[in-house]
């Protein structure tokens, strides 16, 4: 089992800045790749950012060359920095993790946390 805390959303201005934090614990060995997902109202999740446990990044279209996503394997976290904030962006924010035993793949989920980017 894989346990994910996010923190780190909350109100922006367009234009700005937040950087969003997913803490796992449990069996972390076992992760393969972290990301972050976003749910707007009404519309489906889907992936924003990704990284492999060797580091290999991928993007959504709509975040490329405004967020990035990194880990500290020390502390187990991975951060999703957001420039250049849109109304657009406004959703609720999910960690994923997708852990590897053998041949099977398991989804952990955080509890997700709200962004709003309004004036």
């Known amino acids: 089992q894989v346990q994910l805390v996010e923190s780190g959303g909350g109100l922006v201005q367009p234009g700005g800045s937040l950087r969003l934090s997913c803490a796992a614990s449990g069996r972390t060995f076992s992760i393969n790749a972290m990301g972050w997902y976003l749910q707007a109202p009404g519309k489906q999740r889907e992936l924003v950012a990704r990284i492999t446990s060797g580091g290999n990044t991928n993007y959504a279209v709509f975040v490329k060359g405004r967020f990035t996503i990194s880990r500290d394997d020390a502390k187990n976290t991975v951060y999703l920095q957001m420039n250049s904030l849109k109304s657009e962006d406004t959703a609720v924010y999910y960690c994923?993790?997708?852990?590897?035993?053998?041949?099977?793949?398991?989804?952990?989920w955080g509890q997700g946390t709200q962004v709003t980017v309004s004036s």
């Open positions: 994923n993790a997708v852990t590897v035993a053998g041949p099977l793949f398991s989804d952990y």
